[in-house]
Nanobody, 129 residues
Framework: QVQLVESGGGLVQAGGSLRLSCVAS??????????MAWFRQATGNAREFVAG????????NYADAVRGRFTISRDNDKNTVFLQMNSLKPEDTAVYHC????????????????????WGEGTLVTVSS
């Protein structure tokens, strides 16, 4: 079993920045066996892909809405994945969830909710205008 715990959410003004963190743990888990991703879900909307990173961290993918503003990274020694969010907009307001996808290759993760094996509870990001 894998546990994912997010942190770093909060209230920020439009144009500001936040850095989210997600720490993974589990008795038999090897963090570097998993592709990692961030998804978000705004009230009344479906959960959507935000960013993903390969197991080695050398490949990333982003949703069009955040490309150029958000950066995903990982530290395999600390079992942690990060999401640096800059130039935040009110439409970025959502609960942000970390997700893990057991890897069979070193490509970036799939962008679909159903492809993920484990989920965190999420951290709320609110961007005021």
């Amino acid at each position: 079993q894998v546990q994912l715990v997010e942190s770093g959410g909060g209230l920020v003004q439009a144009g500001g920045s936040l850095r989210l963190s997600c720490v993974a743990s589990g008795r038999t888990m090897t963090f570097s066996d998993y592709k990692m991703a961030w998804f978000r879900q705004a009230t009344g909307n479906a959960r959507e892909f935000v960013a993903g990173i390969s197991v080695k961290g050398d490949s990333t993918n982003y949703a069009d809405a955040v490309r150029g503003r958000f950066t995903i990274s990982r530290d395999n020694d600390k079992n942690t994945v990060f999401l640096q969010m800059n130039s935040l907009k009110p439409e970025d307001t959502a609960v942000y969830h970390c997700a893990a996808d057991l890897a069979y290759n070193d490509y970036v993760p799939d962008t679909t909710v159903g492809a993920m094996d484990y989920w965190g509870e999420g951290t709320l990001v609110t961007v005021s205008s």
